[in-house]
């Protein structure tokens, strides 16, 4: 795929979603992060339902782990691999109170050494809380970026690479929520839902309906 179609793709995405954002519910950093963590293998539907009532009760790193690891089970219970995420989500809470001021740390490499964060979890941190040109992995960008030929890779690093690579600059700060939202309604993994999608016609996927 040449500079120019993606150029004009990530522009049709700019004009159909001007200002894209998670669609995870949170107030501040540290919400977002328990959210992230939460959300591995699960719905954002499914994490801000178990949030809303979780933040409500405990929002800061202290008062989850007032919670303890118990408490917080009873909150998160209905996200798929609870018992692992709450204990990634204590300490974590620990590891900010201890090393952070309780705060969420705005490099990389802090926030990679924080349990249950790996790297597409600090990048969704880096973009969404402290408005970093990073570029998140999942399974819907790495779908769409082999699929369309937008960013081809063998692995979520390589097309994450290969992002940061081709995005033009005016395009990375809002690229993977664009990606990820169109993955998820519409470029589908199953049956993607050509007939109704923006890029069809700059979209090379040979299989397209």
Not at 35 to 56: C, E, H, P, R, Y
Not at 139 to 164: C, D, Q, W, Y
């Amino acid at each position: 795929m040449n500079a120019a179609k993606r150029k004009k793709i990530f522009s049709l995405l700019r004009e159909n979603n001007p200002q894209p954002t998670t669609e995870l519910v949170y107030a501040n950093s540290f919400e977002l992060l328990t959210s992230v963590i939460l959300s591995a293998q699960a719905t954002d539907t499914s994490v801000n339902k178990a949030t809303k009532g979780l933040f409500k009760a405990a929002n800061t790193p202290a008062k989850i782990l007032k919670l303890g690891e118990k408490g917080l089970k009873t909150y998160i219970k209905t996200i798929g691999l609870y018992n692992n995420k709450a204990a990634n989500i204590i300490k974590t809470c620990d590891k900010l109170i201890k090393e952070h001021n309780s705060k969420v740390p705005q490099d990389r490499a802090a926030l990679e050494a924080l349990p249950g964060v790996g790297r597409k979890t600090a990048n969704v941190i880096l973009n969404t809380a402290f408005g970093q040109p990073t570029i998140a992995v999942d399974t819907h960008i790495f779908r769409i970026s082999n699929r369309t030929g937008l960013a081809p890779g063998k692995n979520v690093l390589e097309v994450e690479k290969k992002l940061m690579k081709v995005v033009p600059d005016e395009f990375k700060q809002d690229a993977h929520h664009w990606l990820i939202l169109h993955g998820r309604y519409t470029c589908i993994a199953r049956k993607p839902l050509c007939a109704s999608c923006i890029i069809k016609k700059l979209c090379e996927y040979k299989d397209k309906t």
